[in-house]
């Protein structure tokens, strides 16, 4: 079974810094997907970055960008500039690719602090 | 990106009393929901999968007769929790799949049922 594990239940940064949020995932597939999704207080799930196993450029989007490991199993999510708005939970996600309907397996979390 | 709808968004009810929670995609047909529950502070667990026209696929630990799913159309899946009890409580949130044909795309959920069983 393929299981994801966030080790760091809170987080904290102050504005305009740079945070690391860590995500591993154990499996014994090669063709895969990960995902890092954001829950804000809305507790609305926004996709924030995917990247595809089989690729290993790292993903970026703006202001976030993913340290893909593939070897050890690592998936850690890089926020720059942090800012109150980017406090939230955070949840890696993993899927098979098996098509559409193969399903999201989700790390348990890790909720994100953001000071002035 | 896809529009989905969830009512009600908060339901309180009494224990003993079925709730039921639908799940409506506004934009596009879905064959498929996934349904998940998320505890307080806790991860998104997927619970089942509804199909529409067949049964729903539920996971493994997962009470089919007190979490009956149904997938009455292209654009309407509901849950319905039977004998609600306060261990019940919990945030209940529906998900089509991705649409298109690869599990790349991005998959859309809908903004949550907060289900309180006093």
């Known amino acids: 079974a393929q299981t994801v594990t966030q080790s760091q239940p809170e987080m904290s940064v102050q504005e305009a810094e740079t945070v690391t949020l860590s995500c591993t995932y154990d499996t014994s597939e090669s063709d895969y997907y990960l995902f890092w999704y954001k829950q804000p207080p809305s507790r609305q799930m926004i996709l924030v970055i995917r990247?595809?196993?089989?690729?290993?450029q790292n993903a970026t989007e703006n202001r976030f960008s993913v340290n893909f490991q593939k070897a050890a199993k690592s998936f850690s999510l890089k926020i720059s500039d942090s800012q109150l708005g980017d406090a939230a939970m955070y949840f890696c996600?993993?899927?098979?690719?098996?098509?559409?309907?193969?399903?999201?397996?989700f790390g348990t979390g890790t909720r994100l602090q953001v000071t002035l | 990106g896809a529009v989905v709808s969830q009512h009600p968004s908060w339901v309180i009810c009494k224990s003993g009393t079925s709730v039921k929670i639908e799940c409506r995609s506004l934009?596009?047909?879905?064959?498929?929901m996934f349904w998940y529950r998320q505890f307080p502070k806790q991860s998104l667990m997927l619970m089942a999968t509804s199909n529409e026209g067949s049964k729903a696929t539920y996971e493994q630990g997962v009470e089919k007769d007190k979490f009956l799913i149904n997938h009455a159309s292209l654009t309407l899946s509901t849950l319905t929790v039977t004998s609600a009890h306060p261990e019940d409580s919990s945030f209940y949130i529906c998900?089509?799949?991705?649409?298109?044909?690869?599990?790349?795309?991005?998959?859309?959920f809908g903004p949550g049922t907060r289900l309180t069983v006093l």
């Open positions: 998900s089509p799949p991705p649409a298109g044909t690869s599990s790349y795309n991005e998959q859309f």
């Open positions: 990247q595809e196993a089989y690729k290993q």
């Open positions: 996600a993993y899927r098979i690719n098996t098509g559409t309907a193969s399903k999201l397996t």
């Open positions: 934009d596009f047909q879905a064959t498929t």
